[in-house]
Every structure is written in C-alpha cells, then in structure tokens.
C-alpha cells in the first residue's frame, strides 16, 4: 500500500459544529503532517508528528487539535470554525529525511485532500 | 525563515514552445521537490533533486538544482496542453526525529493555449 488516505473528501460544517478529519497511511511512514491550502496559493504546514508526538505546530489556532494515536493514523478535530477556514486540507507522510536518496526516492507522499466549507 | 519564491507566478505559453520556471530560496538546502497541482487536486510528485547539480528529467519536463545559488529550474520543452497546471517548487528542511520541514514555493499557474 503507497496510499495516504483522507476522510472524508467534502466536508461542510457549520461555525458551532465540532468535526474530524481522518487521515490514514500503511507505509511504515513515522512522520505525518497536516498542511492547508487556500485557493491560488501553497500549501502552508499546521502540524508535523514524528514517532506519534507533535514535533512543529506552526503557530496554529487551537481551533484546530491535531491527534495521532497510532503510527497509521493522523487526525485533526475542527471545533468553531470560521469562515475563514474554508480550505483544502491536505496530509503527507515521509520517510525518514536521511532516508531519501538511499535508493528511497519519494520523500513525502500526499493524501487527496478534503475540501472544508465552513458556513 | 525560509522563503521560496517562483517565477513567474503565471505563464501562458503557445503549444510547442520552450520555458523556463525560476524557483529561488532563501536559505541553504541540498533537497527540493517539484509537485504539479490540478484544479481542486492534490499534489503530484514530479521530481526530487537531492544534491548540487542535479538534473532529472521526464518527458517534457526537467528540473535542475545549483544549491549554490539557492535556485532549481523546472524546464518545459515543446509544451502541450497536457501540461497545464500550477507547479510548485519546494525546500526541504531536516527537523527532529523522523520529520522534516517541506516549505512551499509561491506556485507558478501554467496555461498551455493551442
């Protein structure tokens, strides 16, 4: 399995409402990221886990809570949203940094993302 | 903090032409990836270049890396409507444990017209 897998694909919650995003990998990966993306411009990082414990937070409203309770899982609770918050939210996974090049090549494999409305 | 920036941040190019795509950092890194984007897609995976002067190419595509310069090119020959995406550049950072920092290029919006 090279998948990183994101549920669900849509999702649209109101500002009052408390929702998840779930994001899975099989690839022995033990880096997992979270990463939004408004429209016409670059991903930006929210969240980097290494070994299941949060490594970077970039500053991020606690609004967002990001959660990994397993080396497969990665999952980001969205409790009072705003407008603003509208966006594609996307997760990666990696292999070790050292690891790229040594025959490894695909550093980063990203999931296909859900697109979150917040109305 | 690192900054990337790509140029230019659009191009439209005639079918069959030659361009260049420019992506500058800002701080020393040996490791950078090239991604395509379509419309409400997610990212493609295009190249990774690992090391001063390296060159990898597919297809119609080729991305170069002069770490010295802190610059990659992604070249595009005899481009074809195919191609038409947004190409992002972007640095690696080694970060702690098993991660690491990917920092994003501005994106450049390509649009291949017959």
């Known amino acids: 399995d090279t998948e990183v897998t994101q549920t669900p694909k849509h999702l649209v919650m109101g500002m009052t409402n408390k929702k998840s995003l779930k994001c899975e990998q099989h690839m022995g990966h033990r880096a997992m990221y979270w990463y939004k993306q408004k429209a016409k411009k670059p991903p930006e990082l929210m969240f980097v886990y290494s070994y299941e414990k949060l490594s970077i937070n970039e500053s991020v409203p606690s609004r967002f809570s990001p959660e990994c309770p397993n080396s497969s899982l990665l999952n980001l609770h969205l409790h009072a949203l705003q407008p603003e918050d509208s966006a594609l939210y996307l997760c990666?996974?990696?292999?070790?940094?050292?690891?790229?090049?040594?025959?490894?090549?695909?550093?980063?494999?990203f999931g296909s993302g859900t697109r979150l409305t917040v109305v | 903090e690192l900054k990337v920036e790509q140029n230019p941040l659009f191009l439209s190019m005639q079918e069959g032409k030659n361009y260049t795509i420019y992506c500058n950092y800002s701080?020393?890194?040996?490791?950078l990836y090239w991604y395509r984007q379509d419309p409400g897609k997610s990212l493609e995976s295009l190249f990774v270049l690992l090391s001063n002067g390296a060159v990898k190419q597919e297809g119609r595509l080729m991305a170069s890396l002069d770490t010295k310069a802190r610059l990659s090119t992604l070249h595009i020959t005899a481009a074809v409507h195919d191609l038409s995406a947004t190409y992002f550049c972007a640095v690696d950072m080694e970060g702690t444990g098993t991660a690491s920092k990917l920092t994003f290029g501005t994106g450049t919006r390509l649009q291949v017209t017959l």
């Open positions: 701080t020393t890194s040996d490791r």
């Open positions: 990666a996974s990696s292999r070790p940094y050292y690891q790229v090049g040594q025959g490894m090549i695909d550093g980063y494999t």
